[in-house]
T-cell receptor, first 115, second 117 residues
Framework: KAGVTQTPRYLIKTRGQQVTLSCSPI?????VSWYQQTPGQGLQFLFEYFSETQRNKGNFPGRFSGRQFSNSRSEMNVSTLELGDSALYLCASSLRGYSSYNEQFFGPGTRLTVL | AQKITQTQPGMFVQEKEAVTLDCTYDTSDPSYGLFWYKQPSSGEMIFLIYQGSYDQQNATEGRYSLNFQKARKSANLVISASQLGDSAMYFC??????????????FGPGTRLSVLP
């Protein structure tokens, strides 16, 4: 079974631009979560989608948005990029949404650099 | 509020020896799951082991075992017979079981493990 895939793997953008990252979960998984990882802040939760609905959102500004399609693939968008948005963006999928007994499987991440 | 503490920013271990990575957590929810992930320099998070709050026995997965002490809210990862490939960042994470909004994975700051030949 294929794992979680993320595209692109690397991105270089300039301040003020916008970017869209894509995530394809493991087949059959309906929940997709997004995380931002930086050396200073560590792993921070962005949002979670389950069956095309945003179920949960972390403490990030409205410039960060996402969506999930009927095939469970998910995209996240960051508008008006800032230097501080440079990070590794990780996507994780799980079989179900609400459950503590529900491990997440991560993709390889997209490394975004904002110049 | 959920909180995960990993007090060891970095650890060194000799190859073939065992090592324990500490993790303490804070939650008021009686139902929760605890997870350990490994992140090599490539960046991908690799799931290692899971422990549920109601599990009676400590979880084990190959060379990984979880020393779960519920009363102390501790979930330490034990890696036996360390290998050079174990050198990586290790994250402890928790997810509460309440079926409410605001539930998500919370990660600790991580411990960087270096295995010495």
């Amino acid at each position: 079974k294929a794992g979680v895939t993320q595209t692109p793997r690397y991105l270089i953008k300039t301040r003020g631009q916008q970017v869209t990252l894509s995530c394809s979960p493991i087949s059959g998984h309906r929940s997709v979560s997004w995380y931002q990882q930086t050396p200073g802040q560590g792993l921070q939760f962005l949002f979670e989608y389950f069956s095309e609905t945003q179920r949960n959102k972390g403490n990030f500004p409205g410039r960060f948005s996402g969506r999930q399609f009927s095939n469970s693939r998910s995209e996240m968008n960051v508008s008006t990029l800032e230097l501080g948005d440079s990070a590794l963006y990780l996507c994780a999928s799980s079989l179900r949404g609400y459950s503590s007994y529900n491990e997440q499987f991560f993709g390889p991440g997209t490394r975004l650099t904002v110049l | 509020a959920q909180k995960i503490t990993q007090t060891q920013p970095g650890m060194f271990v000799q190859e073939k020896e065992a090592v324990t990575l500490d993790c303490t957590y804070d939650t008021s929810d009686p139902s929760y799951g605890l997870f350990w992930y490994k992140q090599p320099s490539s960046g991908e998070m690799i799931f290692l082991i899971y422990q549920g709050s109601y599990d009676q026995q400590n979880a084990t997965e190959g060379r990984y075992s979880l020393n779960f002490q519920k009363a102390r809210k501790s979930a330490n990862l034990v890696i036996s017979a360390s290998q050079l490939g174990d050198s990586a960042m290790y994250f402890c994470a928790m997810r509460e079981g309440r079926n409410t909004r605001g539930q998500n994975f919370v990660f600790g700051p991580g411990t960087r493990l270096s295995v010495l030949p």
